[in-house]
């Protein structure tokens, strides 16, 4: 089902589908699987860039390198800016610590280097945000397999993905948006609940 939550169109797997990020099972997996950066607009773009001497030295050097070569986020196939990334799938902000792979930007923020925190794409996984012509909007809950733990500890701990992702939600689309998801994933809940 779509809802239509202050124009932008979303899919109701976000409110009825749970998900938290399991770092201790998947190490980060989000920033180093599949075939392309992350998607960023051109205002992340010139934050990030605004970052980069900050971070620089949690970047390995092939990332630097690539930076180096094409800065820090180029077009991808479909024509939609994304990060740089290393061999094929590592974004160029990986960094690891005990094993987990972890931003380099979040970690830099978390720890008051920069204001900065991270893509608002990054932020928002699972969520993807669409953009239509026209100013349109639509958010989907992506299902991927790297993630299986999270929806796991998501079930177990009854997290719907809108709870979880509060904060990147507000941050995108304004607390007023976000209070309104919160009453249409209300009347929801007790709807299913008369059923």
Known sequence: MILD?????VSSDIITECFCC???KCKGACCVEGDAGAPVTLEEIACIEDALDTVW?????????????????????EGD?????????????????????LCALEKAHRAGRIEFCKPVS??????????????????????????????????????????????????R?????????????EEIRQGTAGM
């Open 81 to 101: 800016l994304v990060t740089s990334i290393v061999g094929g799938k590592d974004c160029v902000f990986t960094c690891y610590e005990d094993g987990c792979c």
């Open 173 to 185: 689309f304004g607390d007023e948006w976000y209070e309104e998801l919160c009453a249409v994933a």
């Open 5 to 9: 939550i202050g124009d932008v169109l």
């Open 22 to 24: 399991d770092l201790d």
């Open 122 to 171: 990054c932020a928002l996984y699972p969520i993807r945000e669409k953009r239509f012509a026209g100013g349109l909007t639509a958010l989907n809950y992506n299902r991927w397999d790297v993630c299986r733990d999270a929806m796991a500890k998501g079930r177990e701990l009854g997290l719907p993905v809108y709870r979880f992702l509060e904060t990147p939600l507000r941050r």
């Open 57 to 77: 030295q949690d970047m390995s050097a092939t990332a630097q390198a690539v930076v180096d070569r094409q800065g820090v986020a180029y077009t991808d196939p």
